[in-house]
Nanobody, 114 residues
Framework: QVQLVESGGGLVQPGGSLRLSCAASVSIRSISSMGWYRQAPGKQRELVAKFTSGGSINYRDSVKGRFTISRDNAKNTMFLQMNSLKPEDTAVYYC????????WGQGTQVTVSS
């Protein structure tokens, strides 16, 4: 059983920044597939950014150049740095890891509004 705890969400004005964290209950050193998804009200959950099993990083087009995914294996933590936030980035953000099967965190709310 893998537990994931997200933090760092909140209310921010357009153009602002937030840094999300996802702390895992297991070592992430050997985990190759992990990332961030988001779900806005009335919409399907969508990929934001992820590390792939092939060793690359994928971003959805709308966040390229604004968001950066990273990881600290020593702290078993994954991050999502979000800059130049827009109202359309408002959603619940979930971290996701694959350890045999996929696991999800409980989500953290990000609201971008003036």
């Amino acid at each position: 059983q893998v537990q994931l705890v997200e933090s760092g969400g909140g209310l921010v004005q357009p153009g602002g920044s937030l840094r999300l964290s996802c702390a895992a209950s297991v070592s992430i050193r050997s985990i190759s597939s992990m990332g961030w998804y988001r779900q806005a009200p009335g919409k399907q959950r969508e990929l934001v950014a992820k590390f792939t099993s092939g060793g690359s990083i994928n971003y959805r087009d709308s966040v390229k150049g604004r968001f950066t995914i990273s990881r600290d294996n020593a702290k078993n933590t994954m991050f999502l740095q979000m800059n130049s936030l827009k109202p359309e980035d408002t959603a619940v953000y979930y971290c996701w890891v694959v350890v045999g099967i996929g696991y999800w965190g409980q989500g953290t709310q990000v609201t971008v509004s003036s």
